[in-house]
């Protein structure tokens, strides 16, 4: 499947002072795929070590970290002439490593021809000051796929090109309005991991068959995060993060007002009902990237992150297709798109998402006498309010307290509506499907 980040990629290969690349991710992202990928398409070869799978790997850097004497034991073990200027080697699943981790750095300073790529899941976890290569890696994230990347994927060409070519004063026809509106159903099912959009794409036909194989293998993968739980977090604390990340969306589906609220730590876990008795829980599900941490502010002022509390913020599931399978929510009420309020919540974690992908360093949300705000953005010291509707239903009374208040030079919103801009108040109107693609239009570089 095609991803973006390849023209990053690209971009590392040809850099004179690149570095070995560090591809990070939540598993399940398609990691190892693209960069096997990469290997396969720009390189005379490229070899893979999985540090999970091959204990002889593991055994190997229990020596010397000498890159050379890495690199001639490698080509002994895969019996391979591994030419350190046109190949690629690849370090998967480099978690299981840390000495992996650390010979990085000799790497970097003896062996800078050798193109080295690493990948891993849960990599937030295992970073630590005793194997990290403070500045002698470069790094990558590879998120879900985007809305844009999943009409690739399931091999819808021509709205993939119609949107990618939009512009700040194209005017999106109310046909392609509705067909992509459509297939913003569609993902709201199937989330952006690339084997279920792959699932998917075998038979977008028949939609209730394929749908409710999508959630049956959904199903498959929310069980392979719960045993990465139990495999990492030990045996008690497992059972807390596996209770804490199931109440994401229960707190979500709970609400039945117009907008997410604050994460409520009570009721999670017996007898635990504060903030600093959850703080390790919630670190741990931010550092493994199974949630997106979302925190609230009352007042808006550079830097934002002074007037946030570590103790009130909202949280996301990290994929829209796994809330959705993780709160039962049938695919053809999805489709239907009637579902209640809970298109509110769905809406929101759909721009979380999407926001994420952007790698904007932090996102907020801002509440104030009982008016709201989704999202934050501060875009070179321009803060950019963004509100969020899941109709075509757009009143938003809130932004117009907050211009009233903070006087933005732009805003945004996000509904079931066509593009449209209003050039007195500087709001920007999107189709929700646009939410990855927003700040490039305003912000062209």
Same mark, same amino acid.
């Given at each position: ?117 690493? !990948? ?49 004063? @194209? ?58 739980? !139990? ?21 979500? %589906?709970?609400?039945?007002? @117009? ?16 903030? @600093? ?72 974690? %759909? ?95």
């Amino acid at each position: 499947m095609k991803r973006h980040l390849m023209t990053h990629l690209l971009r590392w290969r040809d850099n004179l002072r690149r570095k070995p690349l560090i591809l990070r991710g939540v598993r399940q992202t398609g990691k190892s795929y693209l960069l096997e990928a990469f290997g396969q398409e720009f390189f005379r070869k490229y070899y893979v070590i999985n540090f999970e799978k091959e204990a002889w790997a593991r055994a190997l850097f229990e020596g010397d970290l000498d890159p050379r004497y890495i690199i001639n034991e490698l080509r002994f073990a895969l019996k391979a002439d591994i030419n350190i200027t046109q190949d690629l080697v690849i370090f998967d699943e480099i978690q299981a490593c840390p000495r992996a981790l650390t010979s990085l750095k000799y790497f970097c300073e003896d062996l800078p021809e050798l193109a080295l790529c690493c !990948a891993g899941s849960l990599l937030g976890l295992h970073l630590n000051e005793s194997s990290y290569p403070v500045g002698k890696v470069d790094m990558m994230h590879l998120h879900p796929m985007t809305f844009s990347e999943f009409l690739t994927g399931i091999g819808d060409d021509y709205a993939a090109e119609y949107f990618n070519n939009i512009t700040l004063h @194209s005017k999106i026809s109310e046909p392609m309005h509705q067909q992509l509106w459509e297939r913003l159903k569609h993902y709201f099912v199937t989330g952006g991991l690339p084997e279920i959009i792959n699932f998917f794409s075998e038979d977008p036909i028949d939609l209730y068959r394929t749908t409710k194989n999508v959630r049956h293998k959904q199903e498959e993968l929310i069980n392979a995060y719960y045993a990465d739980i !139990a495999k990492h977090a030990g045996k008690v604390n497992a059972m807390h993060i596996d209770r804490t990340w199931r109440a994401v969306p229960n707190q979500l %589906f709970a609400n039945q007002d @117009s907008s997410t609220g604050r994460f409520r730590f009570k009721g999670i876990i017996p007898n635990v009902e504060r903030y @600093s008795q959850l703080v390790n829980v919630i670190d741990w599900l931010t550092s493994a990237e199974l949630i997106n941490k979302i925190p609230i502010i009352g007042s808006v002022q550079l830097p934002l992150g002074v007037y946030s509390k570590e103790n009130i913020f909202k949280v996301f599931m990290f994929d829209i297709g796994i809330l959705g399978s993780m709160g039962a929510l049938a695919p053809q009420t999805l489709l239907d798109y009637k579902f209640g309020t809970y298109k509110g919540y769905f809406a929101e974690n %759909f721009v979380a998402q999407q926001l994420a992908v952007k790698n904007y360093k932090k996102i907020y949300s801002w509440q104030e006498d009982r008016s709201e705000i989704e999202f934050l953005l501060d875009h070179e010291g321009e803060i950019i309010p963004i509100e969020v509707k899941s109709g075509a239903v757009v009143h938003a009374k809130s932004l117009r307290k907050y211009i009233d208040k903070y006087h933005p030079k732009k805003s945004i919103i996000f509904s079931g509506n066509n593009m449209q801009v209003n050039p007195r108040l500087n709001i920007y109107h999107f189709p929700l499907y646009l939410a990855e693609k927003a700040m490039e239009l305003l912000f062209p570089q």
